[in-house]
Structures are given as C-alpha cells and as structure tokens.
C-alpha cells in the first residue's frame, strides 16, 4: 500500500474545497489533463467523473466514483481505467495545528490487472505518483488562498 503525507500551509476548508471541485481534479492528480462531472452531486457517495489521460497523440477516458465521504475530513475514491482494473485512493485532512492540514493518501490497485501485477516496483511508482500528486495539491491550495488574500 502506498501511504504518502504532505503538510499544507492552508486550514482544512481550504484543501477540501478543492477536493470538493469535480473539474479541478484534473490540475491536482497525476495522470489526467482534465475532468468532467458525471452528475452534479460530487463528492456525495456514489458521485462520478471522468478524466482524460493524454500521452502524446494518444488518449483514454476513465471513470472515478466516490465510495466513502466524511465532508472535510475523508474522501475515498474507485479510480477505473480500462483495461487496468480499479485503484482505491483514500485522502484523509488532519487539521494541524491552527492553520495547517495533513493530507494523507492511501492508495493501491483494487481489482482487474493492476491488481494482479502489483509488485513491489508498481508501489516504488506509485510513491513517485503520491509526491507529485499531493505537491501539486498543497500548491494549488497555498496559491489560491495567497491571492485571495492579496486581491
């Protein structure tokens, strides 16, 4: 199981409310260039996206369906993608601190062959994914709350 934390310099309301935006998914995970809300109720349980991967000219669609929420504090999530099977990605908020958030996230291939393949230089990648992933979230996240305070 690939477990990866990152301290974000914003207070949890801050972090779930780009958590809580469909069409922001794109610009914080690794792997898809955009999001499309499937149904207007995300993150509620059971709420869907799509996203797009894109590697050069190639390109793929993927669905992701929220399974458990606790707002502000929890979201897991079913990532499938074709072929691959289905990933579950858990993020937790801790709030730390007064201002600050911990963000955990827990991953690991749930069904079909990443599942099957999941080895120990698939987890070494999926920590590499975490980093950029939650690095991208903190950014976001402190970049958003420095020009709201600046405007």
Not at 52 to 58: A, D, E, F, K
Not at 69 to 97: D, H, N, P, V, Y
Request: glycine content about 10%; overall charge neutral.
């Amino acid at each position: 199981m690939a477990v990866r934390h990152q301290l974000v310099r914003r207070p949890v309301p801050a972090v779930w409310a780009v958590l809580a935006d469909p069409t922001r998914y794109g610009e914080w995970v690794v792997g898809p260039s955009g999001s499309t809300p499937l149904d207007d109720a995300w993150p509620d349980v059971g709420s869907r996206l799509r996203y797009t991967v894109r590697l050069g000219p190639w390109s793929a669609d993927g669905v992701t369906t929220v399974r458990h929420k606790e707002s502000g504090r929890e979201l897991e999530l079913e990532a499938s993608f074709k072929s691959l099977g289905t990933a579950r990605i858990f993020l937790q908020l801790r709030q730390w601190g007064d201002e600050e958030t911990l963000v955990v996230c827990d991953e690991h291939p749930l069904r079909g062959l990443g599942s099957t393949l999941h080895n120990a230089a698939s987890e070494a990648l999926l920590q590499l994914r975490h980093r950029g992933m939650l690095g991208r979230l903190a950014g976001l996240v402190e970049q958003e709350c420095a020009g709201a305070r600046h405007a």
